[in-house]
């Protein structure tokens, strides 16, 4: 069953954020006292180009067992230090079409917006790390693997244990690109 195993946020802009008991999601906000909580876009290199542009990057999800597959690799990361609000265990992030909707404890709901696009923050964080969360399938294509943004639905507490259930869309589903 998939869960929420860890949540974390941060005041100030910095790379990581810092892990917490819960966090509270605000409705058409993100996460209550997180820098990147807002209307409108609140990345610096975002706001830099665009200030007025929404906010598609509201609440930022990793899968825990991204971890797990960097640390042979000799990068040791814990949750929130890669800037999530929410880490997840047992669903595929990576693999959700445009538009599903994760139920996130009791009242919770997020939509996902898009794929985190990896900047050179990783790298200061561990050198390599920005590599190490790149791939390439078959095709040659880039696969981003450093989690999922969204937007926040419905507003509520979310705390490590609570279960997430996945909701998919109607109609075609549209692959997760950068946002």
């Keep these: 069953m998939p869960v929420v195993t860890a949540v ?9 954020k810092t892990a917490s008991l819960s966090i509270r999601l605000l409705k ?11 209307e409108t876009v609140k990345h610096r290199s975002r706001v830099a180009k665009d ?10 999800l990793i899968h ?16 929130g230090e890669m800037g999530e609000n929410v880490t997840t265990r047992g669903i595929d992030l990576l693999g ?15 939509e996902v917006t898009g794929l985190r696009n990896p900047c050179i923050q990783i790298d200061r964080f561990q050198k390599g790390l920005m590599a190490a969360t790149l791939d390439r399938d078959a095709n040659g294509n880039l696969i981003r693997k450093a989690g999922v943004m969204s937007i ?3 507003g509520g507490d979310v705390r490590p244990g ?8 109607d109609g075609p589903h549209r692959p997760l690109l950068p946002v």
């Design 96 to 110: 959700l079409p445009t538009g599903a909707r994760l139920h996130l404890g009791d009242s919770a709901v997020v």
């Design 162 to 169: 609570d279960p997430i259930r996945v909701e998919l869309p």
């Design 152 to 154: 926040v639905l419905a």
């Design 28 to 38: 058409g906000l993100g996460v209550d006292g997180d820098a990147h909580m807002g």
């Design 64 to 79: 825990e067992e991204l971890f797990d597959e960097l640390a042979p690799k000799s990068f040791i990361v814990r949750p």
């Design 51 to 60: 200030p007025s542009l929404p906010n598609l990057r509201q609440v930022h």
């Design 8 to 16: 974390s946020l941060r005041r100030g802009h910095h790379f990581s």
